[in-house]
Nanobody, 121 residues
Framework: QLQAYGGGLVQPGGSLRLSCAAS????????IGWFRQVPGKEREGVAC????????HHADSVRGRFTISRDNAKNTVYLQMTSLKPEDTGVYYC????????????????WGQGTQVTVSS
């Protein structure tokens, strides 16, 4: 089970840190991904991190602004978001994959409830 939290309303150029807390499975066996979705659009992969945290991938749209990390001792994955833009608005979800470092939504399961991020002045 995954639970994403930390969303909120932030002005353009601002920062937020999202957290994804896991329970009920061996957390450090799996790749974890962050995704976002806005109404009427497909879920978009934002970033993913390998089971050990040694490998990461960020989507082109967020590279250089967002950073994914994980703390396996705390069963938590983070998404540090900086220089936020209005187009970053959406519901952010985390999920689990059995595959190594994929960012395709179809490769993920055990989706947690999302957290809303709104970037607006």
């Amino acid at each position: 089970q995954l639970q994403a939290y930390g969303g909120g309303l932030v002005q353009p150029g601002g920062s937020l840190r999202l957290s994804c807390a896991a329970s009920g499975f061996t957390f450090d066996d799996y790749t974890i991904g962050w995704f976002r979705q806005v109404p009427g659009k497909e879920r978009e992969g934002v970033a993913c991190i390998s089971s050990s945290g040694g490998a990461k991938h960020h989507a082109d749209s967020v590279r250089g602004r967002f950073t994914i990390s994980r703390d396996n001792a705390k069963n938590t994955v983070y998404l540090q978001m900086t220089s936020l833009k209005p187009e970053d608005t959406g519901v952010y979800y985390c999920a689990v994959s059995d595959l190594w470092l994929t960012i395709e939504a179809a490769d993920f399961h055990s989706w947690g409830q999302g957290t809303q991020v709104t970037v607006s002045s």
